[in-house]
């Protein structure tokens, strides 16, 4: 059974650019949320998807933007990059728009020069 | 909104008990959990209370909540080098909210 996966493992980009990463969730969860996890810090909520929609959204511009696709897996954009958005991002899945017993992937390291 | 406190750091050698403290603010938080995370790695699920519980216990981790001082601990018994990572509190209010997190307490198990 494979848990939740996210690629790329690591990322390096500089000011300006824009950035998609991608989340597979565990098999059998059809949510994903999205959180980001800077250095030293606990994860912060950017945003839940379910059925294709953007369902709650946390503290974050309208930068970070996000889709999910038919078969659940999500992507998160993030343009303009600033160096505060070196972080960890991480990706976890659940059902049905649930935040309870989320499971967490690995994350994607994203270092902006 | 909810924030969660936790300490930075512990340090316990093999063998011993491991006690992690959390306080959190809200206190309509429902749901409070604990997470692992290893170096390199996401978040693993430890465990996680209900606010109408005031202890729960998997094998060797017990939790013991005290709704009065919103306060919430994890005790990992007989701690092992494995258990080497840091421990994140989250808690979440009512109904169908994110997570809030603590800023992680990195536990150091000496040999």
């Known amino acids: 059974d494979a848990g939740v996966t996210q690629s790329p493992t690591h990322l390096i980009k500089t000011r300006g650019q824009q950035v998609t990463l991608r989340c597979s969730p565990k098999?059998?969860?059809?949510?994903v949320s999205w959180y980001q996890q800077a250095l030293g810090q606990g994860p912060q909520f950017i945003f839940q998807?379910?059925?294709?929609?953007?369902?709650q959204r946390g503290n974050f511009p309208d930068r970070f933007s996000g889709h999910q696709f038919p078969n659940y897996s999500s992507e998160l954009n993030v343009n303009a990059l600033l160096l505060g958005d070196s972080a960890l991002y991480l990706c976890?899945?659940?059902?049905?728009?649930?935040?309870?017993?989320?499971?967490f992937g690995p994350g994607t390291r994203l270092t902006v020069l | 909104g909810e924030d969660v406190e936790q300490s930075l750091f512990l340090s316990v050698r093999e063998g011993d008990s491991s006690v992690i403290n959390c306080t959190y603010t809200?206190?309509?938080?429902?749901?409070l959990y604990w997470y692992k995370q290893e170096p390199g790695a996401g978040l693993q699920l430890l465990t996680y209370i209900f606010s109408n519980m005031d202890m729960k216990q998997d094998q060797r981790l017990t939790v013991l909540l005290n709704k009065k001082d919103k306060h919430l601990s994890l005790r990992i018994a007989d701690t092992q080098t494995g258990d080497s990572a840091i421990y994140f509190c989250?808690?979440?209010?009512?109904?169908?909210?994110?997570?809030?997190f603590g800023k992680g307490t990195r536990l150091s198990v000496i040999a």
């Open positions: 998807y379910y059925e294709e929609e953007e369902r």
């Open positions: 098999s059998g969860h059809d949510t």
């Open positions: 809200d206190s309509s938080s429902t749901y």
């Open positions: 989250a808690g979440r209010i009512t109904g169908n909210t994110p997570l809030v």
């Open positions: 976890a899945s659940s059902y049905r728009a649930s935040y309870n017993e989320q499971f």
